[in-house]
């Protein structure tokens, strides 16, 4: 049975510090020297990441670099060209870079035809006094710095997206009334694996800056024009170079309403580690969830976000709220998946 909202409220503020103490917690990494982090997706971002830092290269330079990789292939169906498209079969992209030595950032949304949006984004950073520029004005920019407008939806991506609308039933985002309580709407409750993804990178320097990346296509056959977390400065990725970085994947309306890499930095600033900074937001986004659509029968959320974070000393960790999995790193040990932290099993 499902718990009362007041009762699962009251739980989790009684038990915050019990549940933290159950939360699996793998060791953290620490390494001095260049390192970089990422989403599983990311070991060979992370690689070429750390490669270009000691070649010479700004850490913000690095990691863009390191996630052009994915952003550019064709089977990774979450980020840049390959990416799975929206409901209406047309691939958009969100993507941000924030700079820690300038403390500038850049980032594009529901950007169609261009491969690579974080370099989009690092131009909106270097060339505009703005931080965020979306769909026909983000393309208009894009293509006024010289980039060609290609179409990104592969046949692969196609023939799913297909498969899709074939079988529309219970799977897109148009939610009928429905009061807290409901739970049943007709409506994907439980998306498939493959709807969600995105890569995020941070990186240090050989000069000890900081900076990140985040870059995908978004929630599979979203509405077109949703926007997700990874372009929201403070909810895809968020930067501080005196503190360190963090950055998400996962459901990103809930970072978008409880701006967890922000909090994540924020809770590094005032000594967390980066691990115990990662499942803090994972327990904050499950305080904050109080619709019965969102819950499993626990109470709990039923979806999954993950945190990747590091700080200026180059201790990085992840944690997520649901399941074990890994994320990558790559420091002077080479380039590696390491567990991440989970808040429920
Ligand atoms: N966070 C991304 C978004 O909401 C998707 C993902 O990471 O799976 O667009």
Known sequence: MKKSLMNRRDFIRNSAVAGAATALRPKIH????????????????????????????????????????????????????????NADGVVELDSAVMHGPTGRAGAVASLQGIKYPSKVARLVLQRTDHVLLVAKGAQDFARMHGFSIENLLTGEARE???????????????????????????????????????????????QGNISSVTTTSGLAFKIPGRVGDSPIIGAGLYCDNEVGAAGSTGRGEANLEN???????????????????????????AQNTHLARLQNQAGEPAFNVSFYALNKAGEVAGARIRGAAQMSVADKNGARHIDMAYLYA
């Open 30 to 85: 620490s390494a001095t020297g260049p390192v970089a982090i990422a989403s599983r997706n990311g070991l060979g971002a992370v690689a070429r990441a750390v490669e270009e830092i000691n070649a010479g290269a700004d850490a913000l330079d690095a990691v863009i670099t390191g996630v052009n990789l994915v952003e550019e292939d064709p089977n990774d169906r979450t980020v840049g060209y390959g990416g799975l498209p």
């Open 259 to 285: 701006c967890s890499s922000f909090l994540i930095v924020e809770r590094m600033r005032m000594g967390d580690s980066p691990q115990d900074a990662c499942l803090y937001a994972c327990e904050r986004i």
């Open 160 to 206: 799913i997206w297909v498969r899709w609308r074939e079988t529309l039933s219970n799977r897109d985002d148009y939610l009928p009334p429905h009061g807290p309580d409901d739970v049943d709407l007709g409506q994907a409750m439980k998306r498939s694996y493959e709807h969600w993804g995105t890569i995020h990178c941070s990186a240090i320097d050989l």
